[in-house]
């Protein structure tokens, strides 16, 4: 079974300029989950997915984020303008109904220069 | 406001000997706790959580509450034990599984 896919893996933009981050959850899980980790930060929640449905945002930075799940499958989450301030590791996590395990991706790297 | 402290960023041992991964959290009701590892060039996964009670690659965690601690250990650590270790919080009662995590500890098991 395919776990969770993200891409890029690793992008570098420049200030103000616009990046789109995609993950593609596990087969059948519902519920998908953004987070980031800011360096020397710990990892933080963004938002929650629960089909296309968004359950949960109060993680969210700011309007210059915007996540989508259009159809309950796979996200993405853009960034415009990004600012240097965003640079760091976002990941996209997935689970199924009645578990309580994530399945974590490996992650995209956002480095705004 | 939920939150988790993991004292030590860094902490380093030899094979063979115990390990304790300190984790504290704060949380005004009764919380889900987890512990997360990332081994080199992998992704984040579970090790475990409480209320499983499990014993997973020989590691256990107990959640004292009155201490508001989940450390993690292990009796005898091995070289494949080395990796970064995130101790998680969710809040009880829900389903969303909003995790808090800790900054993490990077254990090193030393040959």
């Known amino acids: 079974e395919a776990g969770v896919t993200q891409f890029p893996s690793h992008s570098v933009i420049e200030k103000g300029q616009t990046v789109t981050l995609r993950c593609d959850p596990i087969s059948g899980h519902d519920n998908l989950y953004w987070y980031r980790r800011v360096m020397g930060k710990e990892i933080k929640f963004l938002l929650h997915?629960?089909?296309?449905?968004?359950?949960?945002e109060s993680g969210m930075p700011n309007n210059r984020f915007l996540a989508e799940r259009t159809g309950g499958t796979y996200s993405t989450l853009k960034v415009q303008p990004a600012e240097l301030e965003d640079s760091g590791v976002y990941f996209c996590?997935?689970?199924?109904?009645?578990?309580?395990?994530?399945?974590f991706g490996e992650g995209s790297r956002l480095t705004v220069l | 406001a939920q939150r988790v402290t993991q004292p030590e960023k860094l902490l380093s041992v030899f094979k063979g000997a115990p390990v304790e991964l300190k984790c504290n959290y704060s949380y005004s009701g009764s919380p889900e706790l987890f512990w997360y590892v990332q081994y080199s060039r992998q992704r984040l996964q579970l090790l475990l959580r409480h209320i499983s009670r499990e014993s997973i690659k020989g590691f256990t965690a107990d959640l004292n509450k009155g201490e508001t601690s989940f450390h993690l250990k292990k009796p005898f650590a091995q070289e494949e034990d080395s990796a970064m270790y995130y101790c998680a919080l969710s809040p009880s009662g829900g389903s969303n599984y909003k995790l808090t995590f800790g900054k993490g500890t990077l254990l090193t098991v030393n040959p």
């Open positions: 996590a997935s689970r199924g109904h009645n578990t309580g395990e994530l399945f």
């Open positions: 997915f629960v089909k296309e449905s968004k359950q949960d």
